[in-house]
């Protein structure tokens, strides 16, 4: 059971990035998806998250209004779009996996985590 990300880089103050978490291993819409990410010097912190269904998601404050979250079943893959980005928005992103079917995401419990994509937002 593994997830990966990718789409993660450099980009300018208010432009945007869009990261994929891709899922193998795991059976088909039977776990939910959440973002993370830790700032230098920081502790992780959730981003979003999404059901199996994707009937529920929910955001940080940080991140409301500016990003959101999707999921292709058909390719196991969950999206993070993150528009409007902010120097506070840097840090290095997560995705997770939590084995099992949801009506409520929640930012805990997650088992299964990738590597990580760097984002850098700077001018």
């Known amino acids: 059971l593994q997830v990966a990300e990718s789409g993660g880089g450099l980009v300018q103050p208010g432009g945007s990035l869009r990261l994929s978490c891709t899922a193998s291993?795991?059976?088909?819409?039977?776990?939910?998806i959440a973002w993370f990410r830790q700032a230098p010097g920081r502790e992780r912190e959730g981003v979003s998250c999404?059901?199996?269904?994707?009937?529920?998601?929910i955001y940080a404050d940080s991140a409301k209004g500016r990003f959101t979250i999707s999921k292709d079943n058909a390719k196991n893959t969950v999206y993070l779009q993150m528009n409007d980005l902010k120097p506070e928005d840097t840090g290095v992103y997560y995705c997770?996996?939590?084995?099992?079917?949801?009506?409520?995401?929640?930012?805990?419990?997650?088992?299964?985590w990738g590597q990580g994509t760097q984002v850098t937002v700077s001018s």
């Open positions: 997770a996996a939590r084995l099992g079917v949801y009506r409520q995401c929640v930012l805990t419990g997650y088992d299964y």
């Open positions: 291993g795991f059976t088909s819409g039977y776990y939910a």
């Open positions: 999404i059901t199996n269904s994707g009937g529920s998601t």
